[in-house]
């Protein structure tokens, strides 16, 4: 079954509106029919059942049979922080994330990151890696689409303050994380290559 993400204020007393891009994409790619089941998220921890009971010529109302209470989120909050990898790696990072559980990516810029972002070029970049993370919730079923923020120089993520455990996977690192116990509260996990982030790290 298909599933849509809509902002709080399209859902009314009994109904859903679906506009825009998931409106085309309904219609003209997935070419779904009236009276076909669909699953419908707000970003909250409430998922709703509706079937599409009309196509009007720029929306679609959705009835909604029912709605229920997802449990789909980690036990654990899971924010990483991923080195900017070169080509559109990325692209494939930011899917796999969000299908794991994380709630939250950091996209951190290393001084001797190989890709090298900015401006208007950064700002288009991290808007589609956000709309990966919404089809990535949608393929999977999640009702909260995480948040890639805007790309953070490694030594301001070091400096900040996390209330959390704080991982880095590392080649070579002593110590498989299965062994490791489980942290309590929040984890930032910090994944990079290596050779990028060594002088930093140490200094």
């Given at each position: 079954?298909?599933h849509f993400?809509?902002?709080p204020?399209a859902?009314g ?8 891009a ?10 779904m ?5 669909v699953?419908i998220?707000?970003?909250s921890?409430?998922e709703?059942h509706?079937t599409i ?16 209470e997802?449990?789909?989120?980690l036990?654990?909050?899971i924010?990483l ?10 692209e494939?990072?930011v899917?796999k994330?969000v299908e794991l559980?994380?709630?939250a990516?950091q996209p951190v810029a290393?001084e001797?990151?190989?890709l090298?972002l900015?401006?208007?070029r950064a ?6 890696w ?10 999977s079923?999640?009702?909260?689409v995480p ?10 993520y ?7 455990t ?5 080649p070579?690192?002593?110590g ?7 942290p309590?509260?929040?984890?930032a996990i910090l ?6 982030h060594?002088s930093?790290l140490?200094?």
């Open positions: 079954m298909y993400f809509v902002d204020s859902i007393e009994g109904k859903v509106k679906i506009t825009g998931d409106l085309n994409h309904m219609k003209n790619v997935l070419r029919r009236i009276g076909e089941d699953w998220s707000d970003g921890e409430k709703y509706c009971e009309e196509f009007q010529e720029d929306s679609a109302v959705l009835h909604i049979l029912y709605a229920q997802s449990q789909y989120e036990p654990s909050r924010y922080f991923q080195g900017l990898p070169k080509g559109d790696k990325m494939l990072i899917q994330a559980g994380a709630v990516i290393a001797r990151s190989v090298k900015s401006g208007d700002d288009k970049r991290r808007a589609h956000q709309q990966i993370a919404v089809s990535a919730c949608e393929q079923g999640r009702n909260r948040e890639v923020a805007e790309i953070l120089p490694l030594a301001k070091l400096a900040q303050d996390f209330a959390g704080r991982m880095i996977l590392a070579g690192a002593e498989a994380l299965a062994r490791k116990p489980r309590a509260g929040p984890v994944i990079g290559r290596s050779e990028e060594t930093e140490q200094s």
